[in-house]
């Protein structure tokens, strides 16, 4: 076989380079993917919606503030600052409010802001007087926990699931 000129050589690298480039392109121009999940605060706080690959709020969700009672749903950065429009529901979640940018806009009925934001139903209470309170390391918790992972195991169940029921807080989103 001849050997090919170096134009040529010089021709097909770039071609080869110009299809690296595209690849890559491509590749950054795909959006991450999205988990779900939940984010805890050390005050108590709670996000749950999606999560970066770092485990961070990073986008549509739910942020349920503690003291308050109230919980906002909209589109949230890693900061849990609201990115746009959103809804505040209030304490008993009889009330809601338009939020943008995190202030609030004025009153809402249920219905519009079960629309605005996306909801099926209105989240689900959650403050200081809601939770339980700790208690602490139990013997018995812990051997039923365990219990529940091995019997899942070896009957061959998904070990995702837990044994305290499904998550309450979790957001229900309408079906498009």
């Known amino acids: 076989q001849a ?43 709670l996000f749950t919606g999606e999560l970066n690959v770092y485990g961070k709020p990073s986008g549509k969700g739910i942020v349920f503030r503690i003291e308050s009672g109230e919980c906002d749903v909209g589109t949230f950065d890693a900061e849990l600052r609201m990115q746009g429009a959103g809804v505040r529901f209030g304490r008993d979640r009889g009330e809601a409010f338009e939020v943008e ?20 139903k209105a989240p689900a209470p959650r403050s200081a007087g809601t939770l339980p309170a700790p208690t602490g390391f139990d013997t018995l918790r812990h ?18 699931e837990s044994n305290l029921g499904a998550n309450e807080f979790e957001p229900v989103w309408k079906q498009v």
């Open 3 to 45: 050997a090919a000129s170096p134009s040529v050589r010089l021709l097909a690298r770039a071609v080869g380079h110009t299809r690296a480039c595209a690849v890559a392109r491509r590749a950054m121009a795909s959006p991450a993917p999205a988990f779900r999940g939940c984010y805890g605060l050390a005050g108590g706080d």
């Open 101 to 120: 940018s995190g202030e609030t806009k004025g009153a809402l009925s249920l219905d519009r802001a079960l629309q605005m934001s996306g909801l099926d």
């Open 143 to 160: 051997q039923k926990t365990k219990a529940w992972y091995q019997y899942r195991a070896l009957t061959e169940q998904g070990l995702t």
